[in-house]
């Protein structure tokens, strides 16, 4: 699992301050070009995304850099409480990009069965996985 809650650096910086996106960005390349050079399904990546006001509107590229570096799949993950403050277009831009991944053949999965998975809930899960990663 690979913490990262941004598809800039601007946006990763606001959150992790004093982190680095792009050194991020990099081990996860090197975690999958190592995977694959071994010819191994293992180590599984996922790049786990906690969607909040200042980051929302970076879901969907999070999504599109995921295929492109081949992780395994996306996670956006909301635990509730206090520091988990989504906005208030976070379930229409969740939507779009789940949409947006369905038309890419992606799967698409969450928790709690729900018509808008994010609105009203305290916490929830959604998987978008990348077939592209175990066939490549």
């Known amino acids: 699992i690979v913490s990262n809650d941004a598809a800039s650096a601007p946006t ?7 982190g680095r996106f792009d050194l991020v960005m990099q081990n996860m390349r090197t ?3 190592r995977r694959r050079a071994l010819g191994s399904l293992t180590p599984f990546v996922e790049w786990q995304f906690v969607p909040l006001r200042h980051n929302e509107h970076e879901m969907q590229e999070a999504v599109r850099l995921a295929r492109e570096l081949g992780v395994d799949g996306v996670r956006w993950l909301h635990t509730g409480g206090i520091f988990a403050a989504l906005g208030e277009h976070t379930a229409d831009v969740a939507e779009a990009a789940m949409a947006a991944a369905r038309r890419h053949g992606t799967v698409v999965s969450f928790g709690p069965s729900a018509t808008r998975p994010i609105a009203g809930r305290a916490s929830w899960s959604i998987w978008i996985s990348n077939p592209k990663s175990i066939a490549t």
Not at 12 to 18: I, L, M, P, S
Request: net charge neutral.
């Open 12 to 18: 990763y910086e606001k959150y992790r301050v004093g």
């Open 31 to 33: 975690i999958v070009e």
